[in-house]
């Protein structure tokens, strides 16, 4: 990808709708919006406000990123379900950055970085010096610095450097919490 390439980012990982448009390393506009509920009816108005207060049309976009969680499960599925819709509309790449190393761009490793998680827990990834070490659901004691970008800001970041790299997939570490239906499939008639 060119090192100016006009990256879209966004996500809904957590409690917030958070985009940002980037030229190569230039912010040209970001937003993010806390909100518990309501990120599907929200994301494509604030990606529409991000490209008008960037200057920018979806026709300028070279590729889009993502935050792929891991995080909430409906807020995952509905950003990564954007960015593979629009990519595919608009003929451009769509790259998916896990939101922890979108937390962790730019800082000095060794390096944790700690997401909150459901019922008092952490999403936690420890970082070597050169590449993710593990993956854990326990926070180790000791202070933690602070992400240098906004996280849609350092999703655009990272998938500037690491480029497209297939479909953005959703990064659970664990299933939903909501239970398949127990009543049967309907019955479809054939009604000839």
Sequence with gaps: MRPDALILAFDTSAAHCAAALLSGDIVLAQAE???????????????????????????????????????????????????????????IPAIGVSTLEARAHGLPRPLVVAEPAPR????????????????????PEGPRPAPLYPLAEAIARVALAQGPQGRPSPFYLRGADAAPPSDPPPVILDVE
């Design 120 to 139: 008092g827990m952490f999403h936690v990834q420890t970082f070597g010096p050169d590449s993710p070490a593990c993956l854990t659901d326990t926070v």
């Design 33 to 91: 919006e806390a909100m518990a509920k309501g990120q599907a009816e929200r994301l494509l108005p604030l990606l529409e406000d991000v490209l008008a207060a960037g200057g920018k049309t979806w026709g300028d976009l070279d590729a889009l990123a993502v935050g792929t969680g891991p995080g909430n499960f409906t807020g995952i599925r509905i950003a990564v379900a954007a960015a593979r819709g629009l990519a595919l509309g608009l003929n």
